[in-house]
Nanobody, 123 residues
Framework: EVHIVESGGGLVQAGGSLRLSCAASGFSGNDYAIAWFRQAPRRDRERVSC????????YYADSVKGRFTIASGNAKNTVYLQMNNLKPEDTAIYFC????????????????WGQGTQVLVSS
C-alpha cells in the first residue's frame, strides 16, 4: 500500500526559503512519478512541479520556474521541493501526489495523495 507524507511547510517572510519533503512509501522496485500541487483560496489548483524516476525528468510551472527545484533524495522514494525567493502568491496548501511512472514527466492523474502541508508567505 502506498502512503504519501508531506512535511516542511511553515510561515516565512517574502524572499525566504522552505524545503518541502515528500516521502512516498510502497514504490520500492518500481519507477514512480511524483508531483507537487498547490491549492489556494479562490484559485484553481495548480500543478507546481513533477519528477519521474524513470528518466529523472522534471517539470516546473512558469510561476515557479527559476525559484523552485524538485529533486530526489538519497532515499529513492523521497522527493524534495526547494522553494527559494518565496512570494506571497506562493501561499497555499501544497500537496504531494504520486503514482507509477508512465511515459513523460507528469502524469495526467495521480492515484495517491498526501494530506498537504501549509505554506504561508507574508509580505
Amino acid at each position: 500500500e502506498v502512503h504519501i507524507v508531506e512535511s516542511g511547510g511553515g510561515l516565512v517572510q517574502a524572499g525566504g526559503s522552505l524545503r518541502l519533503s515528500c516521502a512516498a512509501s510502497g514504490f520500492s522496485g518500481n519507477d514512480y512519478a511524483i508531483a507537487w500541487f498547490r491549492q489556494a483560496p479562490r484559485r484553481d489548483r495548480e500543478r507546481v512541479s513533477c519528477i519521474s524516476t524513470s528518466d529523472g525528468s522534471t517539470y516546473y510551472a512558469d510561476s515557479v520556474k527559476g525559484r523552485f527545484t524538485i529533486a530526489s533524495g538519497n532515499a529513492k522514494n523521497t522527493v524534495y521541493l526547494q522553494m527559494n525567493n518565496l512570494k506571497p502568491e506562493d501561499t497555499a496548501i501544497y500537496f504531494c501526489a504520486a503514482d507509477y511512472a508512465v511515459v513523460g514527466t507528469c502524469r495526467d492523474e495521480y492515484s495517491y495523495w498526501g494530506q498537504g502541508t501549509q505554506v504561508l508567505v507574508s509580505s
